[in-house]
C-alpha cells in the first residue's frame, strides 16, 4: 500500500529535537526542540529587524555619505540661509545708513522744525524727583565715588514715551560745572552751556559706545555717545578728543577735555546736549550741573 505523503500544515508543524552529547561518554548534554514553522518564525523576525535597520540607514547615515541628492539639498539649504542672513544684513546696513545721516544732521544743526519738535516732547516738569539710595550704587572707578556720593541725582521722566531711560542715571559731565546758557527749543538751542575751569575732563554721562569722534567747523571737536534706551549724548567744543568711534566708555570715564574749538563759540565751555528717540531734551531734567 502506497504511503500517503504529509500535508504542508503537518510538514510545517512536525517537531524535531536536536541533542548534544558528549562524544566519549554519549553523555546528554542539551536539547533543542523546534519545528520548521519556528525556524521561519525567527527567521522573518531576523529578516525584519535586518531590513528595517538598513532602511534607517539609508535615509539617514549612509544617504548623507553616498546620496548626492541629500548633499544637494543640504547645501539648498545653506544657500537659503545664507540669502536670508544677507537680506538681514543688508536692512541692518540701510538702516545704520539712515541712523547715521540722522546723527550727522543733529551735529550740523539740520533738524526738524520746532513745531515737529513740540508735538513729541514731554513736559518733564511734572515729574517728581524720585529719592534713590546712593549706597546701592556701584560706582564705576573710586575716584568718581565722592562725587557719587554728593550727587543730586535726577531720575529720567517716568512716562510712557521715555520707558527704557527711567532707570538710567545720568552722571554730571563736567564736575562743579556752572550753567551759562540753558536749553531753548525757540532759539534753536538743544543743549545746555557749562562752563568749568580750565583743562577739565569731559565724562561719559552713563555707559554705551562711541559712535561719532570728528571735527564740526561750527561745534569744533564732537564726541558723541550713544547709551541704552535709544538715549545720545552730545558733547561739543571740546579741545581734545580721547576716544575713538566703536569704543565702550563706561559712567563717569574721560572722554575728552573741554575747550573753545568751533566758529559757534564765545569762549571756553562745553555744550551738552541730550536726545532721546531723536528728540532733543532738556538736560537739566535728567542730569544736576550744579
Avoid at 556752572?178 to 583743562?199: C, I, M, P, Q, T
Avoid at 576716544?243 to 566708555?249: D, I, L, N
Wanted: aromatic share 10%.
Amino acid at each position: 500500500m502506497k504511503k500517503q505523503g504529509k500535508t504542508l500544515s503537518e510538514w510545517l508543524t512536525t517537531r524535531f529535537v536536536l541533542v548534544v552529547r558528549d562524544e566519549e561518554t554519549f553523555a546528554e548534554r542539551a536539547a533543542y526542540r523546534f519545528s520548521y514553522v519556528k525556524i521561519l518564525l525567527v527567521l522573518g523576525m531576523l529578516f525584519t529587524v535586518l531590513g528595517g535597520l538598513s532602511f534607517v540607514l539609508a535615509t539617514t547615515l549612509l544617504a548623507k555619505i553616498f546620496d548626492p541628492r541629500v548633499a544637494y539639498r543640504e547645501t539648498d539649504r545653506k544657500l537659503i540661509e545664507m540669502e536670508r542672513s544677507l537680506d538681514s544684513l543688508k536692512i541692518a546696513s540701510d538702516e545704520k545708513d539712515v541712523y547715521m545721516a540722522s546723527i550727522k544732521a543733529i551735529i550740523d544743526g539740520e533738524v526738524d522744525d520746532e513745531e515737529d519738535f513740540k508735538a513729541n516732547i514731554v513736559n518733564t516738569d511734572q515729574v517728581d524727583d524720585i529719592e534713590v539710595d546712593l549706597k546701592k550704587i556701584d560706582p564705576v572707578d573710586s575716584i568718581f565715588r565722592s562725587e557719587f556720593e554728593g550727587l543730586e541725582i535726577k531720575p529720567a521722566a517716568v512716562t510712557s514715551i521715555y520707558q527704557g531711560i527711567e532707570d538710567v542715571f545720568f552722571f554730571p559731565p563736567v564736575s562743579n560745572g556752572v550753567l551759562s546758557k540753558k536749553f531753548n527749543l525757540k532759539e534753536g538751542h538743544y543743549g545746555v552751556d557749562v562752563l568749568a575751569k580750565r583743562n577739565e575732563g569731559i565724562k561719559a554721562i552713563a555707559d554705551g559706545t562711541v559712535i561719532m569722534a570728528s571735527w564740526t567747523q561750527d561745534s569744533g571737536y564732537v564726541i558723541g555717545v550713544q547709551h541704552k534706551g535709544q538715549v545720545i549724548s552730545f558733547y561739543k567744543h571740546n579741545s581734545v578728543l580721547l576716544k575713538k568711534v566703536g569704543e565702550t566708555v563706561r559712567t563717569g570715564d574721560i572722554i575728552a577735555i573741554i575747550g573753545n574749538s568751533g566758529e559757534m563759540t564765545d569762549g571756553q565751555h562745553l555744550h551738552f546736549e541730550l536726545w532721546y528717540n531723536g528728540i532733543p531734551v532738556d538736560p537739566v531734567d535728567f542730569i544736576a550741573f550744579e
